[in-house]
């Protein structure tokens, strides 16, 4: 057997294992709450997270039946916002036009969650500042717990370090791990999904 295979599949064995279930909860309830105020939720994030974002979207529309969205889907906009007003202020003003209020929540999907000093990730950093001005949930699932999103949201899941050299793959996989899990939950599970419901 192909050693690589064996060692990525055997760190994947190790984050489920270590992984914070009681934060999966609490994001469940966060995420309850909202759904029951009928509030919204926006779900941010950037590269393949972008994509899991879009994604997710999707199913927390259609299996959960929360209003969600996702800055990123809209191109046109976002790719107008970078090029008259910059990257780092691309989120906050999406939001900004959304009228973001204290019923909705915003769901950060990323690796290292955003760090100031290092220039990464500054638009999610402004996003979250935004979103606690306005007196949103904030939530995520990230790869670091040193970043900015598991520092300062309501309720962050990090996917465990397991290895210094698969942080990405083993953050943005579990990102859709978990967000299946919350979409899955009885909690927030509007109705039977298609396969599922097929006798």
Known sequence: MDTYIDKYLSETEEIIEKIDRKSIETMVDILAGVKKACGRLFI????????????AVNDFRKICGIEAYSP???VSELTARVNDDGWNSVFVEWLKVSRLDKKDCILVFSVGGGDAEKNISVNLIEAIKYAKSAGSKII???????????????????????DNETITPHSEAFQAVIWHLIVSHPKLKSG????????
């Open 44 to 55: 941010l994030g950037v590269g393949g997270s972008s994509a899991n974002a879009s994604h």
């Open 192 to 199: 039977q999904m298609k396969w599922e419901s097929q006798k």
């Open 140 to 162: 995520g699932i990230v790869g670091r717990n040193g970043g900015y999103t598991a520092k300062t949201s309501d309720c962050a899941v990090v996917v465990p370090v397991v």
């Open 72 to 74: 990123t889907d809209n």
